[in-house]
């Protein structure tokens, strides 16, 4: 299989603070991941482009200094939200591909609420 | 750039109907892939199938099957004898970056 963990699947902050999620694929190597932000009721969006061993490609109009984007290992890519406002209260999604016919798989989200 | 269309917002439908999920697509790619997510209330996207766009075979698994139309950049879905379980967000997506306003299915008893 294509298995990718999320973690946290929740969590709540308080205005100001950093909150780290973490994606892992747990049976492959990625050397690319995603993330996205998912407003409720509302399509995927896709925020940057997680590379191994290099810098994330971030989508027009999604601050880099805001939300830190690592991926350190094959195996993990970390997104950290920085200075969290209300306004970054959402749903985070990563994904991530495994090659031949898996097409890509997703975590299963962490919902973020910044109070 | 790629840009995808799902007209319709929600669907009801009473158990054991049939329900199709359109979705149109445009790409300035010659070859591309199309998929299809589930996304249930528990918020996990989960991937239901990839299709090249050189394979326009429409394809039948279970209960779900998928016309894929290049001519007219149409890539539906079909779900037969829906289910309860069934209720969830279908998201079309061109491509891994792209993904349409999705569908809420509705199936009730």
């Known amino acids: 299989g294509a298995v990718v963990s999320q973690h946290p699947s929740r969590v709540i902050c308080k205005s100001g603070t950093s909150v780290k999620i973490e994606c892992r694929s747990l049976d492959f190597q990625a050397t690319t991941m995603f993330w996205y932000r998912q407003f409720p009721k509302q399509s995927l969006m896709l925020m940057a482009t997680?590379?191994?061993?290099?810098?994330?490609?971030?989508e027009q109009g999604v601050e880099k200094d805001k939300f830190l984007i690592n991926h350190a290992s094959l195996t993990l890519s970390t997104l950290t939200v920085t200075s969290a406002h209300p306004e970054d209260s959402s749903f985070y999604i990563c994904s991530a591909k495994k090659g031949g016919d898996y097409g890509y798989t997703f975590g299963s989200g962490t919902r973020l609420t910044v109070v | 750039a790629q840009k995808v269309t799902q007209a319709q917002t929600e669907i009801s439908v009473v158990e054991k109907e049939d329900v199709t999920l359109d979705c149109v697509y445009e790409?300035?790619?010659?070859?591309?892939?199309l998929f299809w997510y589930k996304q249930p209330p528990s918020g996990e996207l989960v991937f239901l199938i990839r299709?090249?766009?050189?394979?326009?075979q429409n394809e039948i698994s279970g209960r779900y099957s998928w016309n894929f139309q290049k001519s007219t950049s149409s890539f539906n879905f079909t779900i037969t004898a829906s289910q309860v379980v069934d209720s969830a967000v279908y998201f079309c997506a061109p491509g891994k970056l792209t993904f349409g306003t999705g569908t809420r299915l509705q199936v009730t008893l």
């Open positions: 790409t300035r790619d010659t070859t591309y892939y």
């Open positions: 997680s590379n191994e061993g290099s810098k994330a490609t971030y």
């Open positions: 299709r090249n766009s050189f394979d326009e």
